[in-house]
């Protein structure tokens, strides 16, 4: 009998299951490949907004910006008008040029306006995925000492002198999706959604924020994070459950100066050692 040229329902079989095995081993790395990419786009991003930081000191005294929403000491200097941007990134537009670094790829988010004005977001806005380091000083609302060793934005702005260590200052962080943006100003919940304090970062369980809990994990279970002199580096962050709220579990606090958990020693990566830590690594 002679056979027809074709492939027997055996055969045909046989490569289905083995492009069946292949796809199951090539696409979570395709995934994983296009994560890394956008991980890479992130990281750029904030590499930009920290130099344009730079840049946006050496135009203005040496100072970074000041938010007057924030929390200040009194007497308070006058409230700016509704539309007037006084969020610290936002303040960097006019270096960068470009409302689209302020979006991580990977952030599907919709929560703090591109412009960090203290109302709801407009239809079409750009939104953030990033908060600046804020420095918290005694007389303000939720000041300490501590706090205000902790960040490089301030009500009043700060002396780039102050920074003791820029290359090891956090400047800019990744904000996780789950992280809640708040609108009411001269208040410690102003900081939501705009500001990571010290708040937590330094192992304190009383304070409701927990900064280092606000911080995400969307990058292979780690975030990037942007530095006073202007570079960015990818971190890990590990943080198991309740990432972006304020129960998340575990805290990677860090209770003491150089303790590092998680490959991170906050203590380190203040703009200058607290007062009660005088030999922190600064």
């Known amino acids: ?56 000191t050496q135009d203005n005294d040496e100072m970074t910006p000041s938010d007057t929403r924030l ?37 599907s988010s919709q929560g703090l306006r591109a412009d960090g004005l203290p109302v709801a977001p407009k239809s079409g806005d750009a939104f953030t995925s990033y908060e600046g380091t804020g420095a918290t000083p005694v007389g303000t609302a939720g000041g300490s000492a501590a706090g205000d060793a902790w960040g490089v934005f ?40 705009r500001y990571i304090t010290n708040t937590g970062a330094n ?27 202007g570079h960015a580096k990818w971190f890990p962050r590990k943080v198991a459950t309740n990432i972006g709220r304020t129960t998340c579990t575990p805290r990677p606090n860090f209770t003491g100066a150089n303790q590092r958990i998680n490959g991170l020693s906050y203590y380190y990566y203040f703009r200058t050692c607290p007062p009660s830590v005088p030999n922190c690594g600064k």
């Open 1 to 56: 009998m002679k056979r027809t040229n074709g492939f027997t329902l055996i055969e045909l079989l046989v490569v289905i299951a083995i492009i069946a095995i292949l796809a199951a081993i090539l696409f979570p790395v395709f995934s994983q490949a296009r994560e890394k990419a956008r991980q890479t786009a992130c990281l750029s991003n904030m590499k930009q907004m920290s130099t344009a930081l730079m840049m946006y």
């Open 71 to 107: 929390p200040t000491t009194s007497p308070a200097p006058p409230l700016p008008s509704a539309d007037t941007i006084t969020w610290g990134l936002a303040l960097l537009q006019p270096n960068i040029k470009n409302k689209g670094i302020y979006r991580c790829p990977s952030d």
């Open 154 to 193: 301030r009500w009043d702005g700060l002396s780039i002198a102050s920074i003791s260590s820029p290359a090891d200052t956090f400047a800019i962080v990744e904000k996780d999706a789950n992280a809640e943006v708040r609108h009411t100003v001269r208040s410690p919940s102003y900081w939501w959604g």
């Open 203 to 229: 192992g304190a369980n009383a304070p409701s924020l927990k900064a280092d809990c606000f911080v995400t994990n969307r990058h292979g279970e780690g975030a990037n994070f942007a530095f006073a002199d």
